[in-house]
């Protein structure tokens, strides 16, 4: 009788372990999903402001800017809690102007079905120069499939920047650049559809260092001598409406 107690008190203290288990994973709070995402990006993308739960929740999401984060847009989660079975963590996020299917891994961050569409303003405040040239227009990122891992870049991703404005001078064209990665390094290409001030050129990425670089030609339309101080800001010093230009960055 008392061998046949201590085994149900066992089963009972065992399903109540159990029980309290689910309930933990269950409520584990939003940060640890700001944890996962800045792990998995290699701390390029951050979560700040967390609320809800790794399931469920909202927060400010943030992209690195040499040693500091910057907030880029609020947005909302929520997670399939059976891709966590599969060594990966899959979130759907969407925000006023953001849309796109997150997967962590444990040291990759991939971005599917990716669209995002806004006022340039709103992510200037992620790159250090916005500072100097006060970016105008608008910002849409596009993408399918795109993957970052710790050494590698993988698929493709297109943004966009319609209707371009730097330091006051308003509208001075639209530009595109694509990125398009196979393994540690990826092809970048930027090209103007359209403006007074064209700039087209090809780089890449080497996403184990991490280093960007680009080489092109910046040039400006006849009669736009207006545009000679962005003309310098992207090429030097130099004479004539067409210059070559060499950009380096360490991201």
Do not use: H
Not at 54 to 61: A, D, E, R, S
Not at 111 to 128: F, G, K, R, T
Not at 210 to 238: H, K, N, T, W
């Amino acid at each position: 009788m008392i061998e046949a107690l201590r085994r149900t008190g066992v089963r009972f203290a065992i399903l109540g372990a159990g029980a309290y288990l689910v309930f933990l994973v269950a409520n584990l709070p939003a940060a640890w999903f700001g944890y996962a995402l800045e792990r998995s990006s290699g701390g390029a993308v951050a979560l700040g402001d967390p609320r809800g739960t790794v399931w469920k929740g909202q927060g400010t999401l943030a992209v690195r800017s040499r040693d500091a984060y910057r907030g880029i847009a609020d947005i909302q989660w929520r997670c399939d809690l059976l891709s966590v079975f599969t060594g990966r963590l899959n979130l759907a996020l969407s925000g006023a102007n953001l849309r796109a299917n997150l997967s962590l891994g444990l040291r990759s961050l991939r971005l599917q079905n990716v669209d995002i569409n806004a006022p340039v303003a709103l992510v200037a405040p992620a790159v250090p120069i916005a500072a100097i040239v006060k970016p105008e227009g608008r910002l849409r990122v596009v993408a399918d499939s795109f993957e970052i891992g710790s050494a590698r870049v993988n698929g493709a991703v297109t943004v966009e920047w319609a209707e371009a404005g730097l330091s006051g001078v308003t509208r001075v064209g639209d530009y595109r650049l694509q990125v398009t990665g196979s393994g540690e390094r990826a092809a970048v290409r930027l090209s103007t559809p359209r403006g007074d001030l064209r700039v087209n050129g090809n780089g890449e990425w080497r996403a184990a260092q991490p280093q960007f670089v680009m080489r092109g030609v910046a040039e400006i339309s006849p009669g736009r001598a207006d545009l000679e101080p962005l003309l310098q800001l992207l090429a030097g010093q130099g004479s004539g409406t067409s210059r070559p230009f060499e950009w380096t960055m360490a991201l």
